[in-house]
């Protein structure tokens, strides 16, 4: 069956430091996936979009990557500020399914 | 632009009720998506409209759901009869499918309670 997992667990780091999240998925084959970030009570909002033929992709202090042989994206947000506690969910787009799919979302607190 | 905006912000109603909820869209985007939010499942696409037209329902849990997109500037999610396990919060969001243009854009949603 089709999977995307994303940390269920909150990360908690300090300020300054280089926060990693993870997004792994299974049975699928995304033409492209997506970073969105949601503060409580709000909705998503889109932060980068990396192809499938693009290992790398970067905006400012936040960094994406994609490796479609191990099903995995990671986001890294570097110098980490307090104001960058949210959640972040990765979501696939699939165009067998034309439609993006999110993950479940990881919730990332960083304290000062 | 005033992004995607959504009403009411919330609602609470007695199971049994009809609730309709309302999206417009970002002027000019032609795509239209319906989600719906829950602790246990997560952001689960219930509808989506390209060029108001439905594309795909298959996310609609049950005939008690239904949209329309009568035309490009508004949008409708109506449950009824409404039922406690429908209490979540429904975020709709707009985008422009084209090439290079995927992301969308979510309103702040409305937050159901059935009771």
């Known amino acids: 069956s089709q999977k995307i997992e994303q940390n269920s667990e909150a990360l908690n780091i300090q300020e300054g430091k280089t926060a990693t999240l993870t997004c792994n998925y299974t049975?699928?084959?995304?033409?492209?996936l997506q970073w969105y970030r949601q503060d409580p009570g709000r909705g998503p909002v889109f932060l980068l979009l990396i192809r499938e033929n693009e290992k790398e992709k970067r905006k400012e202090r936040l960094k994406v990557t994609f490796d479609t042989t191990l099903k995995q994206s990671l986001f890294h947000i570097t110098a980490s500020q307090p104001a960058d506690s949210a959640t972040y969910l990765c979501?696939?787009?699939?165009?067998?399914?034309?439609?993006?799919?999110f993950g479940a979302g990881t919730r990332l607190a960083v304290h000062p | 632009d005033a992004g995607v905006i959504q009403s009411p912000r919330h609602e609470v109603t007695e199971m049994g009720q009809e609730v309709t909820l309302r999206c417009k869209p970002i002027s000019g985007h032609n795509s239209l998506f319906w989600y719906r939010q829950t602790m246990m499942r997560g952001l689960e696409l219930l509808i989506y409209f390209n060029n108001n037209v439905p594309i795909d329902d298959s996310g609609m849990p049950e005939d008690r759901f239904s949209a329309k997109m009568p035309n490009a500037s508004f949008s409708t999610l109506k449950i009824q009869p409404s039922e406690p396990r429908d209490s979540a919060v429904y975020f709709c969001?707009?985008?422009?499918?084209?090439?290079?243009?995927?992301?969308?854009?979510f309103g702040p949603g409305t937050r159901l309670t059935v009771t």
């Open positions: 049975n699928y084959s995304p033409a492209y």
């Open positions: 979501a696939l787009f699939s165009g067998g399914y034309n439609k993006l799919i």
């Open positions: 969001a707009s985008g422009l499918a084209g090439e290079g243009s995927y992301e969308q854009y």
